[in-house]
C-alpha cells in the first residue's frame, strides 16, 4: 500500500442500521403484500433493496489521507469537507484523486457565491479554456448565474445545485459547483479557499 494511500474499514454501527432499515422496509412490503396491495408494497420492498444496497458499499470509514479527518460513507469518490481534498476507494484502500482526474460526469462539488474567480481551464477536462457555457440556479435563498469554463472540445463539464449549510439564520442552502475535472476544481479552491487547501 502506497503512503498516500488510508486503509478503510466498515463501520458497524452504519452498517448495521442500513439494514435495519431495509429489514424494516421489508416487514412493511410483505405487509402490504398480504393486504393484497401489490403495487404499494412494491415502493419500500425496491427502497429496502437500496438500503441493504447502501449497507454493503457505502458504509465504509477511513479518515483523509491528507488532513486526518474521519470521512464516512465512503462510496464512489468522496471529498473531505475539511481540507477539500477528494479520493476515491480502489483496491481495499483510500486514495486522494491523481490532479488529472477527470469524473464521467460534475460530481466534484465546491461551495461557490456571487464572483467567485473561475480559473482559465476547462471544467470538463483541464485543458485551457477556450469559451463558457452559462449556468443558473434559482432557490429561496439564492439565484446565480455562472459563466463555466470549456475548450473547444467539451461541453456540460459543471453543473450547479444548492447544498444544507448551517448559518448565522439556522438551516439553509447554499450555491455549489459541480465539475468534471479535479484539475479545474483544484485550482477554483486555490483561488476562492486559499486557507483551506493543503496542496
Known amino acids: 500500500m502506497s503512503a498516500d494511500a488510508m486503509p478503510i474499514r466498515r463501520s458497524a454501527p452504519r452498517m448495521l442500521g442500513w439494514i435495519a432499515a431495509g429489514v424494516a422496509l421489508f416487514g412493511c412490503a410483505w405487509f402490504l403484500f398480504l393486504c393484497q396491495r401489490y403495487v404499494a408494497a412494491s415502493i419500500p420492498a425496491l427502497v429496502g433493496i437500496a438500503a441493504i444496497a447502501v449497507a454493503c458499499c457505502n458504509s465504509y470509514t477511513t479518515d483523509c489521507p491528507v ?10 469518490v468522496t471529498g473531505c469537507p475539511e481540507c477539500l481534498t477528494w479520493g476515491q476507494v480502489a483496491d481495499g484502500a483510500y486514495r486522494a484523486l491523481a490532479p488529472d482526474f477527470q469524473a464521467a460526469f460534475p460530481v466534484l462539488a465546491l461551495p461557490l457565491c456571487e464572483g467567485d474567480a473561475m480559473p482559465p481551464l476547462c471544467c470538463a477536462c483541464g485543458a485551457p479554456a477556450t469559451r463558457t457555457e452559462p449556468l443558473r440556479i434559482i432557490r429561496l435563498e439564492f439565484a446565480l ?30 450555491p455549489v459547483i459541480k465539475v468534471k475535472s479535479y484539475r479545474f476544481y483544484r485550482a477554483l479552491a486555490k483561488a476562492n479557499f486559499p486557507n483551506v487547501v493543503r496542496w
Not at 67 to 76: D, V
Not at 148 to 166: I, Q, R, T, V
Open 145 to 174: 448565474d455562472v459563466d463555466a469554463p470549456h475548450c473547444e472540445h467539451h461541453s456540460g463539464g459543471a453543473d450547479l445545485d444548492a447544498a444544507p449549510f448551517s448559518g448565522e439564520k439556522g438551516k439553509t442552502s447554499r
Open 67 to 76: 488532513c486526518g479527518t474521519r470521512l464516512t460513507g465512503l462510496a464512489g
